[in-house]
């Protein structure tokens, strides 16, 4: 690859990179805006129909009685994605018998692309207990707009796919309820997320 070449690919990430970040900041402070003005709880997450990597549907229900550490991304992320998954299985481990309490789970922006097979191998490669999610459209759309995170689809002309995704790259802490507990934005180490999941433990 030429010199020019090498340069306009480093861009491409680093603006990917920051504009991850940025639309990550936009979505925290109107997600703490919403928790703050919310007398009888946070208004984060909610009912969602969806398929795991086994092809079977599940929904919130499947998961009561657990912590549930949720992220939104897609498999053909180059960096991002797989930082935060790696992140979440370390604090998940810094937790010790404790993490036993809690479900992680990977719920994909991109379905055309993530089938449960492709998430079954995707969610191996982080953790043996990292659930994956995936569904038509439809049902993503439907759990993006509870959890209130951004994605659309973008052209990508550093990369031999047709398109890859914008999406804002946060981790969220669900209660055994189903209730919003916390949130962490991008750049949370491992001890720090593992820190602010064993305040509700």
Known sequence: MKRNGI??????????ILAGIWISNLVISAVETRDGQAAGGA????PFTLVNEQGESVTEADFRGRY??????FTFCPDVCPTELQVMASAIETLGPEAEKITPVF????????????MARYVALFHPR???????????????????????????????????MDHSSIVFLMGPEGEYLKLFGPGTGPDKMA???AEFL
């Open 68 to 73: 549930m550490l949720i992220y939104f991304g």
């Open 195 to 197: 820190e602010g999941i």
């Open 7 to 16: 340069i306009a690919l480093v861009a491409g990430v680093a603006v990917a």
């Open 107 to 118: 719920i994909t922006i991109d379905p055309e692309r993530d089938t449960p097979e492709v």
């Open 130 to 164: 990292l659930t994956g999610l995936t569904g038509t459209p439809e049902q993503i759309a439907a759990a993006a707009k509870a959890w209130h995170v951004f994605y659309r689809k973008a052209e990508d002309e550093n990369s031999s796919e047709d398109y890859t």
């Open 43 to 46: 208004r984060v997450g909610g």
